[in-house]
């Protein structure tokens, strides 16, 4: 897996790396209600596109990938755009070895969570949990059961829930790709058990 995912950053702009931030999160940060900017970690960062976006909008930001290209590149475009944004090399499942203490108001994960092998999830709610602040958010885009040629990828509501004790499932909204894509957003409303 990992391989496959230096494979890509190694062999120029990987498909995902639309350079873009997404509506979505555009909407939580800037629109009707929009959150009070506080601190964020963003997991399976990429290049960086989108926690330069939060921290030029007032967020303190730490930023975490598994692949130390995508990592290196997130530092370079984040020092171009003159951004504060710690970018750590690491595994989103293994925070503790990370070095991101938290607590945070938001966590981002675009499309890295539903590539991540299903025996690692829990430790990555896990770890997501233990870093949250009171009421923190997390927003994430996902690929569906199905969506890629394999028996094992993608997320749903439904796993969600079950997988995120301590968190409210608030809102799944289709994405428009043409297989199955959803936005889910989670809202940290107790302590676990
Ligand atoms: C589909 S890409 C999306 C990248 C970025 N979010 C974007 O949209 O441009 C998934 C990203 O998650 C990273 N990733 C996958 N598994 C990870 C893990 N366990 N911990 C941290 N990053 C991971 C990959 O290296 C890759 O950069």
Redesign the pocket.
Known sequence: ??RT??D??RDGE?P????ITPPELVALVEGPGALRPGQAL??????G??AVYLARHGWRVSA????DR?VRQAREKAAAAGADVTVLC?????LDEVGAPGPYDLFF????YC??PPH?RDA?AAGLTERAAPGARLLM?GYGPGAFDDSWSGVTGDELSARFSGWQLTDVTPGTNPVPTFWFTLQRTADAA
């Open positions: 897996m990992r995912l230096e890509f950053y990987p995902w790396d639309s350079g963003e997991l399976g960062c990429g290049t596109t989108n975490v990938d598994l692949v995508a690491g595994d989103a499942t293994r994960d675009l499309s890295c590539g991540i690692r990555y885009f």
